[in-house]
Nanobody, 125 residues
Framework: VQLQASGGGRVQPGGYLTLSCAASGPIIRINAMGWYRQAPGMQRELVARIFADGSDEYFSNSVKDRFTISRENTRNTVYLRMVSPKPEDTAVYYC???????????????????WGQGTQVTVSS
């Protein structure tokens, strides 16, 4: 399974930006999809996560009430909508799949902790 993130760039404080991440490969089913971020000199942190049927979501306290997360299971895609971003939201954002059930060479198998390549988000005026 491969994850391709897109949508990063520069955004002004108080604006909005949407990140997308599409999973590709011999996918049968994906469990939780989420977004992490890593600012310079900081550890990677979980920003938001959404579970398989979309009924359960998690947000870090720093983005709660400003960011939303959604997914389209038919397209194996997860979105992160950033509303009113702040300069402290500046970071490289990584999409993540905690585990996926895929068609392997010898039958269905699980793949764990799948990461996208990261997309830079810069919040500045």
């Amino acid at each position: 399974v491969q994850l391709q993130a897109s949508g990063g760039g520069r955004v002004q404080p108080g604006g909005y930006l949407t990140l997308s991440c599409a999973a590709s490969g011999p996918i049968i089913r994906i469990n939780a999809m989420g977004w992490y971020r890593q600012a310079p000199g900081m550890q990677r942190e979980l920003v938001a996560r959404i579970f398989a049927d979309g009924s359960d979501e998690y947000f870090s306290n720093s983005v709660k009430d400003r960011f939303t997360i959604s997914r389209e299971n038919t397209r194996n895609t997860v979105y992160l909508r950033m509303v009113s971003p702040k300069p402290e939201d500046t970071a490289v954002y990584y999409c993540n799949v905690d585990h996926a059930y895929v068609n392997g060479d010898y039958g269905p198998v699980y793949e764990f902790e799948i990461w996208g390549q990261g997309t830079q988000v810069t919040v500045s005026s």
